[in-house]
C-alpha cells in the first residue's frame, strides 16, 4: 500500500485492521476502493471493489480463481486482474466477472473487451459432469464442449 503511494493509492484509506487466518497462510485488509490480500504464493495485491462481488461469489480465496497474482490493469474497456484461477475483468460499466479456462482464452486471445463478444455479463456455467460450459457476454456467448472445444455464437 505504502509504495504504491498510500493514501493516494488507487486502493485509498485503510478502513479495517488487517486480518491474518486465511487459506494459504493468507490475511486481507480493506480499503476505501478493495481490499488487500496477500500470501505467501501469491504476494499482496489490490482487488478492486468493482470485482469483489464476482470473487466472494466464486468463493474468494478459498474457490476455483484463488488469490490475485498482480494489480489490476487498466486496457481499452475495462481493467483485466490475473488470479491463481483465472482472469477477473471489469467491464468499463463497472460490472466485474471472471474468465477462465477454454472460454477465458478464447475470449482474450479474440481481444477481450474489444472483441465481437464484447464483455462478460455471468459467471461461467458448467455442466456437473464438466463435459461443458457456457458463459454469456454483451454481444453473444461463448460455449465449450469437451467433443466439440470453444465456440461464439453471436446474438
Known sequence: WLSAGGFGSPAGAPTSAMYCGLAQAGCLQSYSNGWYYSSPASGSHL???????AWSAAGSERGVFGYPLGAP????GG???SFQGGVGVVSSAGAGQFVAGAIGSAWLSAGGFGSPAGAPTSAMVCSGAGTSCTQQFTSGSYTWTRTEGTSFKPR
Open 47 to 53: 482487488v478492486p471493489n468493482a470485482l469483489l462481488n
Open 79 to 81: 481493467t483485466v486482474q
Open 73 to 76: 490493469v487498466g486496457v481499452t
